[in-house]
């Protein structure tokens, strides 16, 4: 069974920086694409960023330059540091296989606000 479970949310102000952490169980992060996924009140869910097994990544133009993906093999863990965050960054953010969608977890709210 896989779990995946996030955290390193917070309260930032603009301008700020937060590193979100998910410590997944059941497959391994070493061979499959993972991506950090966000849903903010009122909107789908959508793909932010995302590592494929060699390490490309991708992000979607409104974090670009600003957030980095990236994955610890030997702790099975997703990160992925945000930095100049903006109130439009705020959402509850997950992590995910890139295609095959695992039960979720209960994603780390990301609250930008002055």
């Known amino acids: 069974q896989v779990q995946l479970v996030e955290s390193g949310g917070g309260t930032v102000q603009p301008g700020g920086s937060l590193r979100l952490s998910c410590v997944v169980s059941?497959?391994?992060?070493?061979?499959?694409?993972m991506a950090w996924f966000r849903q903010a009140p009122g909107n789908e869910r959508e793909l932010v960023a995302s590592?494929?097994?060699?390490?490309?990544?991708n992000y979607v133009d409104s974090v670009k330059e600003r957030f980095t993906i990236s994955t610890d093999n030997t702790k099975n863990t997703v990160f992925l540091q945000m930095n100049s965050l903006k109130p439009d960054d705020t959402a509850v953010y997950y992590c995910?296989?890139?295609?095959?969608?695992?039960?979720w977890g209960q994603g780390t709210q990301v609250t930008v606000s002055s």
């Open positions: 590592i494929t097994l060699s390490g490309d990544t």
């Open positions: 059941g497959i391994s992060v070493r061979f499959n694409p």
């Open positions: 995910n296989h890139v295609t095959i969608y695992y039960t």
